[in-house]
C-alpha cells in the first residue's frame, strides 16, 4: 500500500462523513490503485458508489487529486482500455442437464367431467355452498352444467378433485443459494 498507515485506517474509520482525513486516505489508496470497493472496506462507513461519486466530484473541482501515474492502463487510440490479461479457460467439466421428465397430469381428463351422475349435476339455480361449483362444458350450450359434488366446508368452492384441478402442479422449490455471513476481506497485503 502507498504511504497509508494502519492508524491512518484506524482513525478514518472512526470518522463519519467526508472529513479531510478520510479525503486524503481516499486520495492516497485510489491513487496506488486500490478499487473504490478496497477503499469504501479500508476506510468503513460508506459504499462503493459512495467513494466513487466523491472521488469525481473531487476531481471536477480539483484535477490534481488524481496522481498522474495511476496504475491504470492507458487507452488506446479507439478510447477502449486494453484487456489485462486473459482468463485461461476453465478445466471444469459440467454434467449434462438430466432429461426432463415428461409432466404427470395432475387431474383427471376432462372426459371424466362429463361422466359425473346426472343426479349430482346442478344448474346456477341449484348450487348451494355445499356443492362444488365446477363449471362443465360451455355455458352457451345446453348441456353445460356445475359439478354439484359433495364439498368440505372449507371456505373454497369446489371439491378436493376440482381444487386440485384448480390449483395446477405444486410449485417447484426455487434455488437458494446458501446464505453467507460477512466476509472479512483484507486489503490490505
Known amino acids: 500500500m502507498a504511504t497509508v498507515s494502519e492508524a491512518a485506517l484506524v482513525r478514518a474509520r472512526r470518522e463519519s ?16 490503485g486500490k478499487t473504490a470497493a478496497q477503499i469504501a472496506c479500508l476506510i468503513g462507513g460508506v459504499t462503493r458508489n459512495a467513494v466513487i461519486g466523491k472521488i469525481h466530484r473531487t476531481v471536477e473541482k480539483q484535477p490534481s487529486f488524481v496522481d498522474a501515474n495511476r496504475r491504470t492502463p492507458p487507452r488506446t487510440s479507439n478510447g477502449a482500455r486494453p484487456a489485462l490479461s486473459t ?3 476453465p478445466k471444469l467439466r459440467l454434467r449434462p442437464p438430466a432429461p426432463l421428465e415428461k409432466p404427470r397430469p395432475i387431474a383427471p381428463e376432462p372426459i371424466i367431467d362429463q361422466t359425473i351422475p346426472s343426479e349430482q349435476r ?6 348451494t355452498n355445499r356443492c ?6 360451455d355455458p352457451g350450450t345446453p348441456g353445460f352444467f356445475f359439478c354439484g359434488a359433495a ?11 376440482h381444487e386440485l384441478r384448480a390449483k395446477g402442479a405444486p410449485p417447484r422449490q426455487a434455488f437458494r443459494a446458501p446464505l ?3 466476509r472479512a476481506i483484507n486489503f490490505l497485503s
Open 87 to 89: 482468463r485461461p479457460e
Open 122 to 127: 346442478k344448474t346456477l339455480v341449484e348450487l
Open 151 to 161: 364439498k368440505p366446508d372449507n371456505g373454497r368452492p369446489y371439491c378436493p378433485a
Open 132 to 137: 362444488c361449483k365446477w363449471p362443465v362444458g
Open 17 to 32: 462523513g467526508w472529513t479531510s482525513h478520510r479525503l486524503s486516505i481516499v486520495q492516497e489508496l485510489y491513487n496506488s
Open 180 to 182: 453467507r455471513g460477512p
